[in-house]
């Protein structure tokens, strides 16, 4: 059984830095699988936040480009989201999803509130 665990996250001033991390464990073949940042802020639609290929290639919203970094370490099978300069509209439950050949797996989420 595949299981995602976050954690780094919550309450910080506008303008400061968080680190969240996701551990990864079972059978799953991590050095291959895309690995997701999503989040989802209360009343609203849970949104892509980061992506990670198996090459290390990233992807960011919009919204966070130039604030927000993923990594990974296949060796630690862990995925981070450094997120700086935060704003309160970055309030949000953070999820870490994996996709690997059609199968999606899902942290529990962890909450990261950023007061003004």
């Known amino acids: 059984q595949v299981q995602l665990v976050e954690s780094g996250g919550g309450l910080v001033q506008a303008g400061g830095s968080l680190r969240l991390s996701c551990a990864v464990s079972g059978s799953i073949f991590f050095s291959i699988t895309t690995m997701n940042w999503y989040r989802q802020a209360p009343g609203k639609q849970r949104e892509l936040v980061a992506t990670?290929?198996?090459?290390?290639?990233?992807n960011y919203a919009d919204s966070v480009k130039g604030r927000f970094t993923i990594s990974r370490d296949n060796a630690k099978k862990a995925v981070y989201l450094q997120m700086n300069s935060l704003k309160p509209e970055d309030t949000a439950v953070y999820y870490c999803?994996?996709?690997?050949?059609?199968?999606?797996?899902w942290g529990q989420g962890t909450q990261v509130t950023v007061s003004s």
């Open positions: 990670i290929t198996s090459s290390s290639m990233t």
């Open positions: 999803n994996g996709v690997l050949v059609g199968n999606d797996y």
